[in-house]
């Protein structure tokens, strides 16, 4: 089982859409998906379940609210509760805006941690073990963790409970400035973990539950091109694209490889998706993948658009799972 985040902190590049529609195309070839909502805005659920159902969630105690509370009162240990199946082969834990509230305890966490102190690493830990124990829960394949828009302490444990991260951007100042920041996150986070396993080895700390790797693979970049006219990238956008793959290899390829992580061999692009415009919009309502509308929500040829939409997702859920471990350089 492999777990898989989606992360920028640039807001609104596509990180929802593209891990909702990228985890049913994986799940249609027949992989076993669960989707970990890691936003307290919880837009991954709302694409994901329908309003009704995300109430009965909230009330029966079944969000990852529920799984974090004891950890969060110091009250006890993780708590597991049943995933809500989706789809064959797909499950997903309801997001909570209470998340914020576990996101709180994360920094002294993390310092216990680099401490060596036990009680920091279970904090610290918390993401890695509860992505573990859902995944076990149905025999995943994939965990596919939707991130926010930070590079807050949350998205830090998130991160080092990955094998891989996918980066979705779009082609704009903020997107390409955004990444030297993830970088530089990213291996500093790397680095500390380290530091504070060795520290936990030196101190012969006896704990009850595994340590993740922590050294998180940067799997490439998806690049959303929203605006976009006949296909071809507006003219203003073309001198952003041409800037990312010399951006991408600076701000985050170059501090991960020297933080050692491992670094695809493939090319970091894993794909391009276009406007999908209204089909988006469409999709959400009804909580389906945008290859997965019916001829009566999207007539004509919108609805062949959005049955072609398909061989996209698949081809970058492909390009994906292509880029982790076994065949990094
Ligand atoms: N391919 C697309 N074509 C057109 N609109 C899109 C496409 N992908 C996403 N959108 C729209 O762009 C907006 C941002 O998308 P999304 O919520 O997936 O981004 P995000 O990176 O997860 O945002 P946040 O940082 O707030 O979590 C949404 O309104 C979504 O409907
Ligand atoms: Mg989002």
């Given at each position: 089982m492999e777990i898989i985040s989606f992360f920028n902190h640039k807001g609104g590049v596509g990180k929802t859409t593209l891990v909702y529609n990228i985890g049913i195309a994986l799940a249609k070839k027949g992989k076993r998906i669960v989707f970990l909502d890691?936003?307290?805005?919880?837009n991954l659920t709302a694409a994901a379940l329908a309003p009704e159902r995300i109430i009965d969630t909230w009330n029966d105690g079944k969000t990852i609210w529920s799984c974090l509370k004891p950890v969060v009162d110091r009250s006890g240990e993780l708590r597991e509760v049943d995933l809500q199946q989706i789809r064959d082969n797909v499950w997903v834990l309801p997001g909570d805006i209470r998340l914020s509230e576990f996101e709180e305890i994360c920094p002294q966490g993390w310092t216990e941690a680099l401490a060596g102190n036990a009680g920091g690493f279970r904090v610290s830990t918390t993401v890695h073990r509860l992505a573990v124990l859902l995944g076990e829960q149905v025999s995943a394949d994939y965990v596919l963790a939707d991130l926010g828009p930070n590079v807050g302490a949350l998205n830090r444990t998130a991160l080092l409970a990955s094998d891989g991260f996918v980066i979705p951007m779009a082609p704009d100042l903020f997107s390409i400035t955004a990444l030297p920041s993830v970088g530089k996150s990213t291996s500093l986070w790397v680095e500390e973990w380290r530091a504070a396993k060795g520290s936990a080895k030196r101190r012969e700390l006896d704990l009850d539950f595994d340590l993740p790797l922590g050294e998180p693979s940067p799997l490439g970049y998806i690049s959303q091109q929203f605006t976009t006219y006949r296909q071809v990238p507006a003219a203003a956008y073309k001198q952003w694209i041409d800037r990312i793959p010399q951006e991408y290899e600076n701000g985050v390829v170059g501090p991960l490889r020297k933080a050692g992580v491992p670094i695809p061999?493939?090319?970091?692009?894993i794909g391009e998706v276009r406007n999908l415009s209204s089909l988006i919009p469409m999709a959400q309502r009804s909580q389906s993948a945008v290859f997965e509308l019916s001829g009566t929500e999207a007539r004509g040829s919108q609805f062949t658009r959005a049955r072609d939409t398909f061989s996209l997702f698949e081809g970058l859920a492909t390009g994906i799972i292509g880029r982790l471990a076994p065949e990094s350089e």
């Open positions: 890691l936003d307290a805005q919880a061999s493939r090319q970091p692009l």
